[in-house]
């Protein structure tokens, strides 16, 4: 096995190995496909899946490959979603994986895939098949680099490719290392968005399944970009038991967790179009439920968003969301500030709005419920003439 | 009383005078300021209010100043919505209502209230109380030019104002005639918008408000511009009982249906920034409720909106919006077409989108959830650099 210890992403755990390659599927002829191999000795994997009802072939793929919680491989393509193509194309997202199998010696149903790209369109197979080929034979002493290739295959408008890494937080000799996509149309039950975690650590699959989910609903289902729902949603985690160190549950949902947060707010700081990183707090709610659901509703309001992109502390229009939500509070005490500046005290009018500075990309929301002990933060990006730019011009 | 034959707004119908004029609450100098009286003989009302839990003063008086079925007048100003002001809004709201009840003779509480513009800022009183005598002056002789005036008084961003008449089916001689402002931060639940409806007919409370509402919930409900709520919304009725008859219930909420589709129409066509008109008509549903579900789902879908901007018929988009709700469908049998052209058929590749011409201002998406008898429409507009501009240029 390629020494992985200076890698940053999914082959900084001990028995990965990783690809990305140019198959030719995108137009403008960058890298499109990526394979992350695990070696074992164990195969063990658990899947988050977008709760879209609409699902790509591979999303219907990998739910069946993943079923049995092993999970040998993974390939990834961008430059093509394989979406509402009917039957033919989930006989195209099998033979994908059959070709995979073949490569590596491994079951088909072992293979995990994911696409990525212009819904309802066929994908080019015979360029990908190739592809397979060619990144398969770019595996062996691919090290470190080879995670890092991977992250820039699965590329469709990001601007940086995307990698995390977290160590057990006791200490223990294990590691969980990521990678993701995804920039724009992120939403609640996940996003446009791939994201293939990895971890040397022995677990089952039921412990893995229970920290994916754990860390994925406050990270990834915390980021809400425009408030659109993808076909082709995927956070795989996959572990290769290469560590010889069991994890214990806690320590490992910790370390997943923290690697999905990293990813997450990498995805938010490269959304489609976006000039500000916008992090709505919901404080004083009287369960999280309610903080998540009035955080939700302000980062939906596009009337919010589009003030923040003109720099208006405009806490009259999140007062406006807030107050389409059914959670518990009154209007009349209801407390907001922008980046420290409390603008709104008591459902009115607060310290002067002249002395909030929206210039940094950075913005932090604060609204007080005042209506109990529960908080949550919820991410998105503000409305802007590049992200109707890039929505309008690029079909995807 | 003046004539009103030839007007086509809320003095359309006998009974009613208008006025509109310049009190100085717009920095535009633009009028502001408007006052319909209901002259009876009778004066039965009914009113339709924001769902938003965060209201407006003005919302907080009209809900209880109606709360008795009687409405003689309603002042509606521009320039300042009087939303989270506190109790010394409140407090303003009242002095407007008194104000205009001394003008006219008649009692605070059978005077509604309507204001518009900036959250969190209180109205200049002294200006608002001086152009509530200037409107009641104005009132006479103002004929038909009073509705125009006062439909011109309410306008904010609205580049037209909006007026609009129907006569009873039957040819009874009753009318309903209206007028509305609202042109962005329109969605369900109401629009920041603000409606007057008056009809000469005679009609117990109890019938307005059942006519009423049933006419707001197939019109106003379903256009849904940004998905954003006001606080401010008001969708007022009056009845004078001036022409002698007794319109049939079912009768009067075919006017009133009339007129509210023929406002609510007009919104959308000057809703801020907007290049298209788009209207989602979901067929074959199980339930009403559920072809709404749907409409509103692609209706509030920035990347669907933003793809109309573009003139790309990006049925991928609709799709992953529809794929989102919990209606009853196949997504497997889903039929989507844009401007008559079948673009995705059975959830999949259709006729090809070359064929959709999405350069007229009209747009029209029809969606077959083949599930069910059931239909609904909802209007929108499509997501464009006009917008994000003034939505971050105005603070409103």
Known sequence: MSTTTSSTGVTAPLGFRAAGTTAGLKASGKPDLALVVNDGPRHDAAVVLTSNRVQAAPVKWTRQALSDG????????????????????????????????????VGAADVAVCSTGLIGERLPMDRLLAGVTAAAAALDGSGAQGGADAATAIMTTDTVSKQAVAHAPSGAAWTVGGMAKGAGMLAPGLATMLVVLTTDAVAEPAVLDAALRAATRVTFDRVDSDGCMSTNDTVLLMASGASGVEAAAEELQQAVTAVCADLARQLVADAEGASHDIAVEVVGAATEDDAVTVARAVTRSNLFKAAVFGNDPNWGRVLAAVGTTDAAFDPDALDVSFNGVQVCRAGGVGDPREGVDLTPREVRIVVDLHAGPATATVWTNDLTHDYVHENSAYSS
């Open 70 to 105: 092993r999970c040998d491989a993974v390939v990834l393509n961008s430059g093509g979603a394989n979406a509402c193509t009917g039957a033919p194309g989930f006989v195209d997202t099998h033979a994908t994986a059959e070709a995979v199998a073949t490569a590596l010696g």
